[in-house]
Structures are given as structure tokens and as C-alpha cells.
């Protein structure tokens, strides 16, 4: 399965962000599964990365994204994404037009966020931590 995570896990987890750090943690851990790929978006990564900064300084950020980028599957954003959010009457939030799109590029078949709200356009599921752990339990 492809699941699609919004910066809002990944500062989590790079940050340790308590009380929702163990539950994003285990999700970016299935991607050490077969059943699962774990995807995410070179924009996510920027945020991510941003907020990891000013956390931890540029440098520990820079080793944090290093490292999540080597064990996460990195979609692509491109003219096609851009055209595709930009066409959508439905999409408000450009950035998260972006990252729907190049989930859906990739074939993702789900996006996890903290946001879900964010996602009202999705024709895929769209779940926060809580409900995907939920989800797992009850496969």
C-alpha cells in the first residue's frame, strides 16, 4: 500500500513533537514493511526541514532530512501537478493541491495528516495518526 504523509508528520516526528510523536513515528516506520511505501513531497520536506531548523539548527536539520529522505519514497512535483492544482476549482490551498497531485502521481493511495480538513477535494482517503493506526488494527 502508498501512503502519502503531509509535513505536518514529518515535523512531528524530526521535531519529537509529544503527544503525536509515537503514532507518526510507527507510520514512518512501515515503510521497513513489503506492504508498505511510504511517500512524500519535496515541498514537504522543505517544511519539514524549516521547522527542524529552527529547532535544531541548520545542520542537525540537515542530517534529520538526510536521513528521512533515505527512508521515505520522494514524489515528484512538476508542470503536470502544478497544471493539474491550478485547473481545480475545488483546491483553495495551492500548496496542498501540489501535494495531492504528486500523490496521485505516484499512486498513493491514502494521505495522512494532521490536516485533514485541508484535503476536502481528495478523491482518496484522508486520515489523521490516530485513525491510519486505527485503520491498520482493523486490517
Do not use: H, W
Not at 117 to 133: G, R, T
Amino acid at each position: 500500500m502508498k501512503i502519502f504523509v503531509d509535513a505536518n508528520i514529518l515535523v512531528t516526528v524530526l521535531n519529537s513533537e509529544y503527544p503525536l510523536f509515537p503514532s507518526a513515528a510507527r507510520i514512518l516506520s512501515l515503510n521497513q514493511s513489503k506492504k508498505f511505501r511510504i511517500y512524500t513531497s519535496p515541498i514537504c520536506l522543505a517544511i519539514a526541514f524549516y521547522f527542524a531548523e529552527k529547532k535544531s539548527g541548520t545542520q542537525r536539520a540537515k542530517e534529520k532530512i538526510k536521513i528521512l529522505s533515505q527512508q521515505l519514497e520522494i514524489t515528484n512535483t512538476n508542470k503536470k501537478t502544478v497544471r493539474m492544482t491550478s485547473e481545480n476549482p475545488k483546491i483553495n490551498d495551492f500548496e496542498d493541491g501540489l501535494e495531492y497531485y504528486s500523490a496521485i502521481e505516484s499512486g498513493c493511495e491514502m494521505i495522512v495528516t494532521e490536516d485533514t480538513a485541508d484535503f476536502y477535494f481528495s478523491e482518496i482517503q484522508v486520515l489523521n495518526c490516530d485513525s491510519f493506526i486505527s485503520y491498520l488494527g482493523n486490517r
